[in-house]
């Protein structure tokens, strides 16, 4: 990624030089579309580790975080960024799956426009609902004091953001927010590898 949107002076030449200056716009573009940076967790010590080392970067009281085992619609983005310029409050998106699938994600107890209770990979009937977190959030920077105080998950051996989330959500409002926009799950190898075949196959109209 970091190679991705630094500078490509090599293939910048090479198409300078044969001008072909549609595709190099297109390449040097990619630096110009925000100011992106880097940092890298020092050890494996979990999700909530790996937030934790984009603390310092950090300036505003609240930012969006999302993971990156997922493809979103920009819908998605454009729901949840206009509830928080409505409400000022922390954020999760959520999705509806099968209960046969609930013991692959975080799972909520809701009510009616705030998260109550969430379970990491419950089983079916431990699941408190067929509601699960979806991986976009908008959260306080308040969210690293919870990370702080909580210890490694003795069922998982690492520190896990739900743990922190469940703190947040015992101290305040956690709104949340659903929308019928499409996503794909890209955490296994073989997903990824489907999610490839279809965005070649489809001219890169991977939600079609």
Known sequence: LENY?????ELEYILQHKWKNEALE?????KKLANISFVRQKEIRGNADALASAEARLDDDYFMMMWWDQIW????????YALFQKYKKPIAWLSRVSRDKVHKY???????????DLIEKPSRDDAPSNL?????????KRIFNHIREIEINTVHGE???TDALLKLIENEWVLW??????????WSPELRHQANIDYFNTEGKVFQ
């Open 159 to 161: 520190l896990l953001f």
């Open 73 to 80: 619609h920009p819908n998605i983005f454009q729901s949840i």
């Open 106 to 116: 975080g799972i909520v107890k809701v009510s009616e426009n705030h998260i109550v």
């Open 5 to 9: 949107f630094d500078q490509h002076y």
């Open 177 to 186: 927010c659903e929308t019928d926009a499409p996503f794909r799950d890209v």
């Open 26 to 30: 297109k390449v040097k573009r990619l």
């Open 132 to 140: 699960m977190l979806n991986g976009i959030y908008i959260l306080p």
